[in-house]
């Protein structure tokens, strides 16, 4: 009976992240679906009133923050689109 719940096929999974997400973490995510949230990436926010699109007026340290997250999130997902209009490209 141990066997035969095995695989057929050896099943290869890659190691754990060195930085799980909690399902609390995920929640508060949610505040920014289907929204440009630069300014609230920016200022480390989960305040409805932060997830805007714009950011040029962001301070030094909060731009870094920013570009923290789009290298974060780059480095785990692919582009699938942009938010339509978004004039904060650059």
Request: glycine letters at 6%.
């Amino acid at each position: 009976m141990a066997g035969r719940f095995e695989p057929k096929v050896p099943v290869r999974l890659n190691p754990p992240k060195d930085d799980p997400i909690s399902v609390e973490e995920l929640a508060k995510a949610t505040v920014f679906a289907g929204k440009d949230a630069s300014r609230a990436l920016g200022k480390t926010s989960t305040k409805p009133e932060d997830v805007r699109p714009e950011w040029h007026d962001l301070e030094d340290k909060e731009i870094e923050t920013l570009n923290d997250w789009i290298t974060f999130f780059s480095k785990r997902y692919n582009v699938v689109g942009v938010v339509e209009g978004a004039e904060n490209m650059e």
